[in-house]
T-cell receptor, first 111, second 120 residues
Framework: SQQGEEDPQALSIQEGENATMNCSYKTSINNLQWYRQNSGRGLVHLIL?????REKHSGRLRVTLDTSKKSSSLLITASRAADTASYFC???????????FGKGTMLLVSP | DAGVIQSPRHEVTEMGQEVTLRCKPISGHNSLFWYRQTMMRGLELLIY????????DSGMPEDRFSAKMPNASFSTLKIQPSEPRDSAVYFCASSFSLVGLPGRVYNEQFFGPGTRLTVL
């Protein structure tokens, strides 16, 4: 069964706008990771946030983690057409060493 | 580094035929994962190897699926006999993880480009 559930399933914005995607999960985690998948390609790792971290930045990406609410958000600032892709959150459960992926958010950034 | 290499990129076969997918992980990585992606079920973990040893194969759908990792630089996923419902994109991923130690370290996974399998 899916551990991470992304919201929304699809998001359409204009270039320059910010895009926010959310992820909820059910069990305790070791870390949470976000991946991007361009159409027809493999997944590319974007950012990892550990369970004892609350916020992390990487370039135009900002990830937050709220373990009390079992949720995370990915913010892409000043979006570009090249950001068009599917974005997946993946959780690594405490005591395990595998990732469980959500079904993803499809982001469309229009020029 | 060439990244994770998978072959073939596309495979079209007929029901009942044997299919073998291949993966070369990134050099130095000690964990290898096989995933299957479909529209209906999303991305599912099939099997996971650590130091060439299968650790968790609970995601393998049924006995028709088998995976091997004879050495640190090569793994195969075999489907025999194949069925139309096996049609999907199969991804291999690798990572370096320190498992079983105090203060375990789990790092990001690096995915290959995938093999698109169509079973007619």
């Amino acid at each position: 069964s899916q551990q991470g559930e992304e919201d929304p399933q699809a998001l359409s914005i204009q270039e320059g706008e910010n895009a926010t995607m959310n992820c909820s999960y059910k069990t305790s985690i070791n870390n949470l990771q976000w991946y991007r998948q361009n159409s027809g390609r493999g997944l590319v790792h974007l950012i990892l946030i550990r369970s004892n971290e609350r916020e992390k930045h990487s370039g135009r990406l900002r990830v937050t983690l709220d373990t009390s609410k079992k949720s995370s958000s990915l913010l892409i600032t000043a979006s570009r057409a090249a950001d068009t892709a599917s974005y997946f959150c993946a959780t690594m459960n405490s005591g395990y060493s595998t990732l469980t992926f959500g079904k993803g958010t499809m982001l469309l950034v229009s020029p | 580094d060439a990244g994770v290499i998978q072959s073939p990129r596309h495979e079209v076969t007929e029901m009942g035929q044997e299919v073998t997918l291949r993966c070369k992980p990134i050099s130095g990585h000690n964990s290898l994962f096989w995933y299957r992606q479909t529209m209906m079920r999303g991305l599912e973990l099939l099997i996971y190897f650590n130091n060439n040893v299968p650790i968790d194969d609970s995601g393998m759908p049924e006995d028709r699926f088998s995976a091997k990792m004879p050495n640190a630089s090569f793994s195969t996923l075999k489907i025999q006999p194949s069925e139309p419902r096996d049609s999907a994109v199969y991804f291999c991923a690798s990572s370096f993880s320190l498992v079983g130690l105090p203060g375990r370290v789990y790092n990001e996974q690096f995915f290959g480009p995938g093999t698109r399998l169509t079973v007619l």
